[in-house]
């Protein structure tokens, strides 16, 4: 049948009415009860199954079934609560399956706003489904509650649908009242009509006494409510507000309001639930912009604030208050559907457009508009702020949960937010964007596929937080930065107790503490042995701090500068505590006739305040002991010229860490059948792992290679393990300095995905070139080593209790030239060892902190 054929509804005077229902239509029925629209689809149904047409039923509502199992007619059982997108692709592939000319019979669309929480969701899933229900040449069926839903939800409605009708009872008396009818038009059609059973017509009103009856009857079921302008996600929180005023407050609302605003993930709801009262909803309601979850990274930063206030008011004192506000989960969906790109990630959700249509709509992403009522409440968040910088940070549904941290894997972007309010209104958006764009990066779209997260539910949250800092002539930063983990995986000395907890830390803003760039080092500090550090003498400067990353307030820019340049923009008590001189340097520069300074920063003044160390350490304990779980987070510590501090606590989430509890022996064995032996200094836990192929970076030849090549090296690696991967091989990775950098002439700058396959990796040190590993436990490469279960190693080759012995391997079959012909320049450098005839073998036991890679056969 061709596009906008008549066809029939079951009822010949509802066809009559409106001149017929027409392939291509979507008829929305506006009612007060369910069992006035079983009336209409009833009868719908019964003709569509004596013409033989493909009728389908759409299940997914609590309310009482419209139809039953009945020969001719196909029930889909659908589940709202998976989440909009998930059900919405559903629907969209049930639609594609059926094909064209097919009849839907929908359960009434209010129901979603159970699943949902807001209007706004159930309009955008109306939006999405109805354009291609039309173009597939259906006829479709929805009901919707009339008084339930906002004016703009049923203004969506009305403009997307082909037919909306209001339906109106009284006693047995039916009326029908056609509000839209797209292309078509009688002079009576748009009147109201009542219905007369014994003609089985509805004869239009057009006597007065019979219209004011009507209007009379329209008057007495409410049409016009005085909160109907509002969206029910607010008036469900009115109504809490107001039950709890009348004392009737239920469990159940606090239990809904939980799953609404903090997700679905039950042991951190439990939490929630237990810390959380009505009040701090509320407060969160008030700090939003749009509608749906605050996601993963907001949650948990604000659970670890409450934890702290709940259970220990005296380190709760010492935080900074957070300001903070939340762009709702819904508006990230709303985006994409007012800008007309839903299509697309239909597409992206595919097996063959995961990864091809996701780089289509990471471009468009970054260049649509929003909506004009989201702008202006942006507009109204920034008037608060003023001109305090602040950071736009992911905060998705799946993200800082328990087991998927997404460790780096969506943005975060600064605003420094100088300029005119129009000039930060477009900062702002444009930081919003690059986040939205962000969940379509390659990285973490790899990050949920080998998780099994591809097809979940991943809307993007927004936390916007006021950057913690001071203004310092023209620059703003924070005094330290850093991150912290309640329990210590990498344990470099017996000496050290992992349960002490230990941080990563730096000078000004924390992004130095989290990325693996440039020629700095954090300082790594045990919290039991805050000055016990793997290096010693000179090693403690040239392995130090000597930039900072900072806002520059006057250039309006993230800026990263050298400590010698910042210096000069900073007090003297502020430089007292966290900037050294390295007095040699300086020495040898005068002997030359050179004048300046060489400064660097070890963070030693607050390493040395054992106030702020100890307050870090009970911090931590206190968050663990409440989530029963190790956790980790990201914080500021700001300090005055008194020597008082505040500390913020920007984030935390679970922390994973594998491999305690269980013992592996370690064997007494010859030094020649070991490839390395380390005490401390891996992370991992405990681990028996047989290795059937060794990936070698040569330290030499990667250190006199062009810069060119070098990144090439990279690149062959993950070529290396994608071919590896098909035959299922058990890798170890051992390359010099640090592996996932972004500076080529500190370790080799593999991305995480192009190794995320193996078993286990080794840093190794050179002192000829000056690679050195880098003790970086809390970077983003390393949360993915954790969360992936891949072993870590460092290797001093220097230190006392240190075999590394690489020509071990040169007793094994080398593949290189074999896997890849055509890379010939890395021929010298990249070495692949088929280590499967020497049985080799990774033990590590954390009790006794013994590691070795050991001969099989010596065993």
């Known amino acids: 049948m061709a596009s906008f054929d008549r066809i029939s509804s079951g009822i010949s005077g509802l066809d009559k009415i409106l001149d017929s229902i027409r392939l291509g239509d979507n008829v929305v ?168 059973s014994m003609q089985g017509l509805f004869l239009p009103l057009t006597d007065g006494i019979s219209a004011s009856r009507f209007y009379a009857l329209v008057a007495s079921q409410g049409v016009v409510h005085s909160d109907q302008a509002l969206d029910n996600w607010d008036r469900f929180f009115i109504k809490a507000k107001q039950d709890q005023e009348s004392g009737v407050l239920k469990s159940d609302t606090l239990k809904k309001l939980c799953k609404m605003l903090m997700g679905k993930e039950q042991r951190l709801t439990d939490l929630v639930q237990k810390n959380f009262t009505l009040q701090d909803f509320l407060h969160i309601k008030q700090r939003m912009i749009g509608s749906g979850s605050i996601g993963g990274k907001a949650t948990g930063m604000l659970l670890a604030r409450k934890i702290l206030e709940n259970s220990r008011p005296d380190l709760y004192r010492h935080l900074e208050p957070h300001d903070s506000f939340y762009i709702g989960s819904d508006v990230f969906y709303t985006y994409l559907v007012q800008n007309g790109w839903w299509k697309i990630r239909i597409k992206q959700r595919t097996a063959e457009g995961y990864f091809s249509a996701a780089r289509e709509l990471k471009a468009r992403i970054l260049k649509g508009s929003f909506p004009d009522s989201i702008r202006e409440q942006f507009r109204r968040m920034l008037e608060y702020f003023g001109q305090n910088p602040i950071i736009v940070r992911s905060s998705s549904l799946l993200e800082d949960s328990f087991g998927n941290a997404f460790a780096g894997k969506y943005e975060s972007i600064f605003c420094v937010n100088a300029g005119n309010p129009d000039e930060r209104l477009e900062a702002f958006e444009n930081a919003i964007r690059r986040v939205y764009a962000s969940s379509m990066d390659e990285s973490a779209l790899i990050y949920r596929k080998e998780r099994g997260l591809d097809n979940n539910d991943e809307q993007m949250a927004i936390l916007v937080q006021r950057v913690s800092g001071s203004r310092f002539d023209r620059i703003f930063m924070p005094c330290a930065a850093g991150v912290g983990y309640s329990y210590n995986s990498y344990v470099w000395n017996k000496e050290i107790d992992p349960k002490a907890g230990f941080i990563r830390m730096v000078m000004g803003l924390g992004t130095r503490a989290v990325d693996r760039s440039d020629s700095d080092y954090p300082r790594s500090i045990s919290l039991d042995k805050p000055h016990l550090t793997p290096l010693s003498g000179n090693d403690k400067i040239r392995f130090s701090q000597r930039f900072a990353d900072v806002l520059n307030l006057s250039e309006n820019a993230f800026m990263t500068l050298p400590l010698d340049k910042l210096s000069a923009m900073l007090p003297d008590w502020y430089k007292n505590i966290m900037i050294e001189h390295d007095l040699e340097a300086e020495k040898r520069m005068k002997e030359l006739g050179i004048k300046g300074e060489v400064l660097y920063s070890r963070c030693e003044g607050i390493i040395n305040n054992k106030e702020i160390i100890s307050y870090i350490k009970d911090l931590l304990n206190t968050i663990q002991e409440n989530y029963s779980y190790p956790v980790d987070i990201e914080f500021t510590i700001n300090l005055d010229e008194s020597g008082q501090f505040a500390f913020n606590l920007l984030q935390c989430r679970p922390l994973q860490v594998r491999g305690l509890g269980f013992k592996v022996k370690i064997p007494q064995c010859p030094k020649e059948k070991l490839l390395f032996s380390v005490s401390g200094s891996t992370m991992g836990g405990s681990i028996y792992q047989p290795i059937d192929t060794v990936i070698l970076v040569e330290p030499k030849a990667y250190y006199l290679c062009p810069m060119n090549i070098k990144y090439q090296t990279a690149r062959a690696i993950g070529k290396i393990t994608s071919l590896l991967k098909k035959q299922d091989k058990n890798i170890l990775l051992i390359g010099p300095g640090r592996w996932g950098t972004s500076s080529p002439e500190l370790g080799v700058p593999v991305k995480f995905a192009e190794i995320s396959n193996i078993k286990a990796i080794c840093e190794v040190s050179y002192e000829g070139a000056g690679y050195m590993p880098e003790l970086s436990y809390g970077s983003h490469f390393f949360q993915d080593l954790v969360e992936t279960g891949i072993f870590y190693a460092a290797i001093f080759e220097n230190q006392e209790d240190v075999i590394y012995r690489p020509e071990l391997l040169s007793k094994c079959h080398e593949l290189i030239k074999k896997m890849l012909p055509d890379e010939k320049s890395i021929f010298d450098i990249v070495k692949v060892y088929d280590t499967s005839s020497m049985n080799l073998l990774l033990l590590s036991d954390t009790a006794s902190e013994k590691t070795v890679c050991i001969e099989g056969e010596s065993l």
């Open 29 to 196: 029925f506006q009612l007060s009860d369910i069992s006035d629209y079983a009336f209409f689809v009833e009868a719908f149904v019964k003709q569509a199954i004596e013409e033989k047409r493909n009728i389908i039923y759409m299940r997914f509502a609590e309310h009482q079934p419209l139809l039953y199992e009945q020969d001719g007619l196909k029930i889909y059982h659908l589940d709202a609560d998976s989440g909009f997108e998930n059900f919405t692709v559903k629907v969209h592939e049930i639609i594609t399956r059926e094909g064209r000319g097919a009849y839907y019979v929908f359960d009434f669309l209010s129901e979603l706003q159970s699943a949902w929480a807001s209007d706004l969701m159930m309009g955008n899933f109306f939006r999405v489904t109805c354009p291609y229900l039309f173009e597939m040449n259906t006829v479709a069926y929805f009901g919707i509650l009339r008084n339930r839903h906002s004016y703009e939800t049923i203004a969506r409605i009305r403009e997307t649908t082909q037919l909306l009708i209001d339906v109106y009872r009284s006693g047995d008396e039916l009326y029908v009242h056609p509000i839209k009818a797209w292309q078509r038009y009688s002079q009576t059609m748009f009147l109201p009509h009542k219905f007369d």
